[in-house]
DNA sequence: GTGTTGAGTATTTTT
DNA sequence: TACTCAACAC
């Protein structure tokens, strides 16, 4: 029997709410997630839904996860499909449906480094460098303008490029040429990205009745999680999934944790939904069970000074709580030091473990002062979204092998590992193939699987290339009947795969990567019933999170962005980097971005139970080249919620000091201090080449310094930028 | 054709 | 630091 006893009021009545639209308004930490499972529970064990006709989207594909296996507890091991994200969702109806809007369903679906490595093959055919634009920059204009509708070829003037983030004419005529050509190989090579994937869904169900109604008579019961963070074109696919007659729909959100504005999402949904769905129902959840007092009180005060938002204040039974630490630190290695020896403490008599404790942060590469520091003190961690486990060169390589044996004129892959392991196919032999195919317009693919024929120039390309034809023919015939755990291996054998592997860095690493991509492999399998490699290809495609199982049972401290962590929490909860130009950005472009930084920053703090620490430094940035100072959330928060930690004296190690003196001095400008410090003997001072060293003599502007074999001792011009004094 | 080295540069957020 | 790319040696 399904508990309803652990609801409190309000979660229990939008659990238990009628049919018709819904909106529930939950608060961070209100019990958001527990109301929407208990939800789809309630819908199968008291309202007779059927279990394969409910449709539940979730932000993550983590989230999805955790969401099935919720409800698969909470009613007798019920299995419900369609869980997943936006994303996930759209590309299992195009799989189904795509040959609609006149395109094959045996479509692959590419990440952001195959849109890169797509757009940098254009940029060499196309004689451009990155000097004339970045492929990253471009790959930014490209989805702008697919996913806004602009028609880049009637943009003339260069104030309208400018909204672009294009500045010359001679970019604006690059990145028409560039968009061009990439929208044309996707078509071409039957690949979707990661916008096609909505905009597809969107057009098919939007032009084709019958699609449509086929979908809306497929799902009785429609549910989001997160409907802030939804965008205009989602919303719009949304409307067009529902049963326009019965409007089940129940969407979960908080206006004040909208932050992916910048994806297309807008505080504004919550009206345009109760516009759309006039007979809705609202409930709102504001009794949050998840943090303290104190912490609260930092959150509702730091949000209260968005103007744009209805008011909400967040309430507790919980009690007062820890104080909330803001610690300011002379540099980043101090922030740093800090924060290790807080989490030394904590864990020191067992009160908290590794996992409880999550540092947070606006920016990835802010994550690479503290992962020093957690290294220095041998305390595990764990970087969220870092390197994604699908995105790993050696998965990639071993994916790209599987996709060509399903689609041998798949040429993203072919490309990718025709030389991988190197096999004599270099450049020279690309480029008189790619000009073969430009010649007599043909595809890459097909170009290079017609190297046997008699004009072939230079013919002693010929043998390597033959070779590798015939490999993948072998393969192919070799795993025709082979699981595709087993067809792996089979590739990884045929091709050495692991002697190759051990040329390379971090080796061991990756062999590991590798049994746990095969062991993920075999989980698949069982799970679904299948030894398709096409359907397990796109399991895989939207599947971005590095595996959950492993980083789970792991006693460790994760790292994460802030974006990462929406939906989590942690007991323990630092946040770094609370500086102005970090956080808030200095990447805010209009005029109301502050409030979504803010919102950011809300966020992050309203993950935390126990105790949260707002950390900054007042040191160099390597981003602005000045002095930085304490964010103006700091302020917003207000001085008496916080309690204020000193920076201390910290004795400096060599290990430390190398790294921090190569780290910090750097960002001066002029090869000499503008104003001379003033040493005197026995300063500890960092060389950005010799290392640590001690002052040993001072005549006039020159220093002796006394460095560590084999260096020795070195006369230095005192106010040499390569020179910083450490406090000692 | 492959592999190494040194110079130059970079930093929002993600499905 | 970390990553990319052009230039050069083998």
Same mark, same amino acid.
């Given at each position: 029997?399904?508990e309803?006893?652990?609801?409190?009021?309000?979660?229990?009545e939008?659990v238990?709410?009628?049919e018709?639209?819904?909106?529930?308004?939950?608060?961070?930490?209100?019990?958001k997630?527990?109301?929407?499972?208990?939800?789809?529970?309630?819908?199968?064990?008291?309202?007779?839904?059927?279990?394969?006709?409910?449709?539940?989207?979730?932000f993550?594909?983590k989230?999805?996860?955790e969401?099935?296996?919720?409800?698969?507890?909470?009613?007798n091991?019920? *299995?419900?499909? /369609? #869980?997943?994200?936006?994303?996930a969702?759209?590309?299992?109806?195009?799989?189904e449906?795509?040959?609609?809007?006149?395109?094959?369903?045996?479509?692959?679906?590419? @990440?952001?480094?195959?849109?890169?490595?797509?757009?940098?093959?254009?940029?060499?055919?196309?004689?451009?460098t990155?000097?004339?634009?970045?492929?990253?920059?471009?790959?930014?204009?490209?989805?702008k =303008?697919?996913?806004?509708d602009?028609?880049?070829? +009637?943009?003339?003037?260069?104030?309208?490029a400018?909204?672009?983030?294009?500045?010359?004419f001679?970019?604006?005529?690059? =990145?028409?040429?560039?968009?061009?050509?990439?929208?044309q190989?996707?078509?071409?090579?039957?690949?979707?990205?990661?916008?096609?994937?909505l905009?597809? +869904?969107?057009?098919?169900?939007?032009?084709?009745?019958?699609?449509?109604?086929?979908?809306?008579?497929?799902?009785?019961y429609?549910?989001?999680?997160?409907?802030?963070?939804?965008?205009?074109?989602?919303f719009?696919?949304?409307?067009?999934l529902i049963?326009q007659?019965?409007?089940?729909?129940?969407?979960?959100?908080? !206006?004040?944790?909208?932050?992916?504005? /910048?994806?297309?999402?807008?505080?504004n949904?919550?009206?345009?939904?109760? =516009?759309?769905?006039k007979?809705?129902?609202?409930?709102?959840?504001?009794?949050?069970?998840?943090?303290?007092?104190?912490?609260?009180?930092?959150?509702?005060?730091?949000?209260?000074?968005?103007?744009?938002?209805i008011?909400?204040?967040?309430?507790?039974?919980?009690?007062?709580?820890?104080?909330?630490?803001?610690?300011?630190?002379?540099?980043?290695?101090?922030?740093?030091?800090?924060?290790?020896?807080?989490?030394?403490?904590?864990?020191?008599?067992?009160?908290? @473990?590794y996992?409880?404790?999550?540092?947070l942060?606006?920016?990835?590469?802010?994550?690479r002062?503290?992962?020093?520091?957690?290294?220095?003190?041998?305390?595990p *961690?764990?970087?969220?979204?870092?390197?994604?486990? *699908?995105?790993?060169?050696?998965?990639?390589?071993?994916?790209?092998? %599987?996709?060509?044996?399903?689609?041998?004129? @798949?040429?993203?892959?072919?490309?990718?590992?025709?030389?991988?392991?190197?096999?004599?196919?270099?450049n020279?032999?690309?480029?008189?193939?790619?000009?073969? +195919?430009?010649?007599?317009?043909?595809?890459?693919a097909?170009?290079?699987?017609?190297?046997?024929?008699?004009d072939?120039?230079p !013919?002693?390309q010929?043998?390597?290339?033959?070779q590798?034809?015939?490999? #993948?023919?072998?393969?192919?015939?070799?795993t025709?009947?082979?699981?595709?755990?087993?067809?792996?291996q089979?590739?990884?054998?045929? #091709?050495?795969?692991?002697?190759?592997?051990k040329?390379?860095?971090?080796?061991?690493?990756?062999?590991?990567?590798?049994?746990e991509?095969?062991?993920?492999?075999?989980?698949f399998?069982t799970?679904?019933n299948t030894?398709?490699?096409?359907?397990?290809?796109?399991?895989?495609s939207?599947?971005?999170?590095?595996?959950?199982?492993?980083?789970?049972?792991?006693?460790?401290?994760?790292?994460?962005?802030?974006h990462?962590?929406?939906?989590?929490?942690?007991? =323990?909860?630092?946040?770094?980097?609370?500086?102005?130009?970090?956080? !808030?950005?200095?990447?805010?472009?209009?005029?109301?971005?502050i409030?979504?930084?803010?919102?950011?920053?809300?966020?992050?703090?309203?993950?935390?139970m126990?105790?949260?620490?707002?950390?900054?430094?007042?040191?160099?940035? !390597?981003?602005?080249?000045?002095?930085?100072t304490?964010?103006?959330?700091?302020?917003?928060?207000?001085?008496?919620?916080?309690?204020?930690?000193?920076s201390?004296m910290?004795p400096?190690?060599?290990?430390?000091?190398?790294?921090?003196?190569?780290?910090?001095?750097?960002?001066?400008?002029?090869?000499?201090?503008?104003t001379?410090?003033?040493?005197?003997v026995? @300063?500890?001072i960092?060389?950005?080449i010799?290392g640590s060293?001690?002052?040993?003599?001072?005549?006039?502007?020159?220093?002796d310094?006394?460095?560590?074999?084999?260096?020795?001792?070195?006369s %230095?011009?005192?106010?040499?930028?390569?020179?910083?004094? %450490?406090?000692?």
């Amino acid at each position: 029997m399904l508990e309803l006893t652990k609801l409190n009021h309000h979660q229990l009545e939008a659990v238990t709410a009628p049919e018709g639209p819904i909106l529930v308004v939950a608060g961070a930490g209100t019990g958001k997630t527990r109301v929407l499972t208990t939800r789809i529970a309630y819908l199968i064990d008291h309202m007779g839904y059927d279990n394969n006709k409910i449709l539940a989207i979730t932000f993550t594909n983590k989230a999805a996860n955790e969401m099935r296996t919720r409800v698969f507890n909470m009613v007798n091991n019920v *299995y419900v499909p /369609w #869980i997943g994200t936006y994303h996930a969702t759209c590309l299992k109806i195009l799989k189904e449906d795509i040959q609609y809007i006149g395109r094959k369903n045996n479509f692959s679906v590419i @990440d952001d480094e195959d849109q890169l490595s797509i757009l940098r093959d254009i940029y060499k055919r196309g004689g451009l460098t990155q000097k004339d634009m970045k492929p990253k920059k471009a790959l930014e204009v490209i989805e702008k =303008v697919k996913m806004n509708d602009i028609q880049l070829n +009637a943009i003339n003037s260069l104030d309208k490029a400018k909204e672009l983030g294009i500045y010359k004419f001679d970019e604006l005529k690059n =990145v028409k040429y560039v968009n061009q050509m990439y929208n044309q190989r996707l078509l071409s090579a039957n690949l979707l990205d990661f916008n096609d994937l909505l905009l597809l +869904a969107y057009k098919l169900l939007s032009e084709h009745g019958e699609v449509r109604k086929k979908w809306q008579t497929m799902f009785d019961y429609i549910l989001v999680d997160e409907f802030q963070d939804t965008n205009e074109l989602q919303f719009n696919i949304l409307n067009l999934l529902i049963n326009q007659e019965k409007k089940n729909v129940f969407v979960v959100g908080d !206006p004040d944790q909208t932050i992916y504005t /910048w994806r297309g999402a807008y505080p504004n949904i919550f009206k345009d939904y109760l =516009v759309e769905y006039k007979q809705t129902k609202t409930y709102v959840l504001d009794l949050n069970y998840r943090s303290s007092q104190n912490i609260l009180k930092v959150a509702n005060s730091l949000i209260s000074h968005n103007s744009d938002r209805i008011d909400k204040v967040l309430v507790t039974d919980n009690g007062e709580g820890n104080n909330v630490v803001f610690y300011k630190g002379d540099s980043d290695y101090h922030e740093s030091n800090f924060i290790t020896k807080q989490i030394v403490s904590l864990t020191k008599n067992k009160s908290y @473990d590794y996992k409880d404790i999550v540092i947070l942060y606006r920016a990835k590469y802010l994550s690479r002062s503290v992962e020093q520091e957690l290294i220095n003190n041998n305390i595990p *961690y764990y970087v969220f979204g870092a390197v994604r486990f *699908y995105q790993r060169r050696e998965i990639k390589d071993l994916v790209a092998y %599987l996709k060509l044996l399903t689609n041998p004129t @798949d040429e993203l892959s072919l490309k990718r590992v025709l030389n991988v392991p190197t096999r004599g196919i270099g450049n020279t032999t690309m480029d008189n193939i790619t000009k073969y +195919a430009n010649d007599n317009h043909i595809s890459f693919a097909e170009a290079f699987y017609l190297t046997n024929r008699s004009d072939f120039d230079p !013919p002693w390309q010929k043998p390597a290339i033959i070779q590798f034809i015939k490999l #993948i023919d072998s393969l192919i015939s070799l795993t025709k009947d082979k699981t595709i755990a087993e067809s792996v291996q089979l590739i990884i054998k045929a #091709i050495n795969y692991e002697d190759h592997i051990k040329s390379l860095e971090l080796a061991e690493e990756r062999l590991e990567n590798i049994d746990e991509f095969i062991k993920s492999i075999t989980e698949f399998e069982t799970k679904h019933n299948t030894h398709s490699v096409e359907e397990f290809l796109h399991e895989i495609s939207l599947y971005t999170d590095s595996d959950d199982n492993t980083i789970k049972n792991k006693d460790a401290v994760s790292l994460m962005t802030i974006h990462y962590a929406k939906g989590t929490e942690a007991k =323990v909860v630092f946040i770094i980097g609370m500086n102005e130009g970090i956080f !808030p950005s200095i990447k805010m472009n209009r005029e109301n971005d502050i409030e979504e930084e803010r919102r950011i920053a809300y966020v992050g703090i309203t993950r935390s139970m126990e105790k949260l620490y707002l950390t900054c430094n007042v040191g160099f940035s !390597p981003i602005s080249t000045s002095t930085l100072t304490v964010s103006r959330f700091i302020k917003d928060v207000g001085h008496k919620n916080l309690r204020e930690e000193i920076s201390e004296m910290i004795p400096i190690s060599d290990a430390d000091l190398s790294w921090y003196s190569s780290k910090e001095i750097k960002t001066f400008e002029d090869n000499y201090n503008e104003t001379v410090i003033e040493f005197k003997v026995g @300063d500890t001072i960092a060389h950005t080449i010799f290392g640590s060293g001690v002052v040993i003599s001072i005549n006039g502007d020159m220093l002796d310094v006394a460095f560590k074999a084999p260096f020795g001792v070195k006369s %230095l011009i005192k106010n040499h930028k390569a020179i910083k004094r %450490l406090k000692n």
